[in-house]
């Protein structure tokens, strides 16, 4: 079985079908439980059925796509197991690039975010909150020198983020997200890898917490749903 997790290996017709998906997984327009035909996708992108299968095996294997036999291709659905998962390997693998990228993060880079953070507010977008938690975690990931290290996490990063994009409201967590990280760039400026570790780790847990309610959120409002088709 091939394992795409490096897909810059992709061929630029894969990429722009694999692109296209993928944006409209994590964007919530193709909500999980979508069935996804090869043959609708190649009409609608005017591309060949190759590409469309390329990048479909792609997002099986990221765990966004599930493949069924005798029925086909659908949007994956998120279950508790998966989050635990999810954030048990991100702990790993997190703590792991910053063991290696912590004396090697551009301070000016990691003070503008530092500066953006601390006037993050209650009355701050959903996207703009998201693009700060990346950015930051880029900083770690992006520097710890392991390509295939690198290619894990962002595989983690985009289930994450698709589970985050699956809620509507607003964070309600501003507070606490805001103190997580300036304790970690604090931690990081004094290049103290034993703190900075410890603290990566409760906030991970942090958001592992967060993330389970909006499943539970989510799964309660399937089962009205089908309740009243019923």
Same mark, same amino acid.
């Given at each position: 079985m091939v394992i795409y997790l490096l897909t810059n290996n992709f061929s630029a017709a894969t990429r722009k079908? &694999?692109?296209y998906l993928y944006s409209e997984i994590i964007d919530n327009r193709l909500k999980p439980g979508t069935a996804l035909s090869e043959v609708e996708i190649s009409k609608s992108l005017h591309s060949s059925r190759s590409p469309v299968r390329e990048a479909m095996m792609a997002l099986e294997n990221e765990g966004f796509v599930r493949r069924y036999p005798g029925r086909g291709c659908f949007v994956r659905e998120i279950t508790m197991r998966?989050?635990? /998962?999810?954030f048990e390997l991100r702990i790993i693998l /997190?703590?792991?690039?910053?063991?290696?990228s912590y004396q090697y993060i551009d301070l000016d880079a990691l003070e503008r975010v530092e500066a953006e953070i601390r006037h993050i507010s209650p009355d701050s977008?959903?996207? /703009? &909150?998201?693009?700060?938690?990346r950015q930051f975690h880029e900083l770690i990931t992006d520097n710890c020198g392991n390509e295939r290290l690198m290619s894990f996490l962002h595989t983690l990063s985009g289930q994450i983020e698709w589970v985050r994009r699956l809620a509507t409201a607003k964070p309600q967590r501003f507070d606490q997200f805001r103190q997580e990280h300036l304790a970690l760039i604090d931690a990081l400026k004094r290049e103290d890898v034993e703190l900075a570790q410890r603290l990566l780790t409760e906030h991970i847990r942090n958001v592992q917490a967060s993330t389970e309610v909006v499943c539970i959120g989510l799964a309660a409002g399937g089962a009205s749903a089908s309740g009243r088709k019923g």
């Open positions: 079908v &694999y692109d998966d989050v635990a /998962e999810i /997190e703590n792991a690039a910053l063991a290696r977008s959903t996207k /703009e &909150y998201v693009r700060l938690d």
